[in-house]
């Protein structure tokens, strides 16, 4: 069974701190690239960051660049989305999602797209950030 399940989610205030986990099962890393996507209340769904083990390679959204920071642990088989500084418009549910053979992220597309094209996706956990 493939499964993505997100954990870490929950309430902090404007320039806090949280740490998402992605634990994936079925697959292995190698094979997959991870996406973290978020959406909020009336909102398009939105890339996040994304991470390739098998071609070494991640990719943030620019409205993230420098505050947050996506990694793997492959004994684990975690991806992980290390949130700083945190903002109230970062407020979303945010997703995990897999992507075969890392097919998205080598043509530029994991971030973009909405995450159209994404083989797997885990239920999502919330964040919200208070002013």
């Known amino acids: 069974q493939v499964q993505l399940v997100e954990s870490g989610g929950g309430l902090v205030q404007a320039g806090g701190s949280l740490r998402l986990s992605c634990a994936a099962s079925?697959?292995?890393?190698?094979?997959?690239?991870i996406a973290w996507f978020r959406q909020a209340p009336g909102m398009e769904r939105e890339g996040v960051a994304c991470i390739s083990q098998s071609v070494d390679t991640t990719a943030y959204a620019d409205s993230v660049m420098g505050r947050f920071t996506i990694s793997a642990d492959k004994a684990k088989n975690t991806v992980y989305l290390q949130m700083n500084n945190l903002k109230p418009e970062d407020t979303a549910v945010y997703y995990c999602?897999?992507?075969?053979?890392?097919?998205?992220?080598?043509?530029?597309?994991?971030?973009?797209?909405?995450?159209?094209?994404?083989?797997?996706w885990g239920a999502g956990t919330l964040v919200t950030v208070s002013s």
């Open positions: 999602a897999a992507d075969w053979k890392s097919q998205l992220l080598v043509a530029g597309a994991c971030i973009t797209g909405g995450g159209l094209g994404m083989d797997y």
């Open positions: 079925g697959f292995t890393l190698d094979d997959y690239a």
